[in-house]
């Protein structure tokens, strides 16, 4: 099975722009930032709760658990939020009616929880519009792991983060170019 494409920082910042032209910018955006930034899977982002992210005081926790059933593989793990991403959902937090803390983080069409399907449906939706064919909802995530990996975070440390019980799982999600190959040939 084909990967899903890694995003660079360019096609990032094309999907950004066209996402302030659709129905429901702020969701959207909010929605992509948390697949790139926070690594979720597209069913992990479906099944947000706005008391999973937000306290009861409303401020952005810097990690929450995603519970058995929220998470693939009925394993609950930790989330850590940078603090981008927490500013990108506080600003998200101003835009949403209801603070229960039992409702949908992200809000369908028809007010409730998106299902998985419908969420990757929307992630292929906006890089269709974007021209980008081989992304699809788990663009995010690979973009995550790659990013990170490239920083110089251990392997370990992937896994741990993105919810994986073999790191053999997490290496398959890195992706390496030409430029990472260039520069690792000169670190000699």
């Keep these: ?16 722009n066209h996402i302030t032209t659709r129905k429901h910018p702020q969701r959207d955006r909010t929605i992509l930032l948390v697949s790139v930034y ?3 899977r597209a069913k ?3 099944g947000l709760k706005h008391g999973d992210v937000f306290d009861a005081d409303g401020r952005v926790r810097e990690q929450f658990i995603l519970t058995a059933d929220q998470a693939k593989g009925g394993r609950r793990r930790t989330v850590y939020l940078s603090q981008r991403l927490r500013k990108a959902l506080a600003d998200y937090r101003t835009s949403i009616p209801s603070t229960d803390p039992f409702r949908p983080l992200f809000a369908s069409q028809k007010g409730g929880h ?3 399907n419908t969420m990757c449906q929307l992630f292929l939706s906006i890089y269709k519009a974007c021209g980008l064919k081989d992304a699809s909802s788990h663009s995010g995530r690979r973009t995550y792991i790659t990013r990170l990996a490239n920083k110089g975070v251990g392997v370990r440390l992937l896994a741990a983060l ?21 520069e690792a040939v000169e670190l000699l």
């Design 1 to 16: 099975m084909r990967q899903a494409q890694t995003l660079s920082d360019a096609q990032l910042k094309r999907v950004l």
């Design 38 to 40: 926070a690594g979720l």
């Design 114 to 116: 998106f299902s998985p």
């Design 162 to 182: 993105a919810g994986h019980r073999h790191i053999a799982t997490t290496q398959r999600y890195i992706d390496v170019n030409t430029d990472q190959l260039t």
């Design 44 to 46: 992990e982002i479906a």
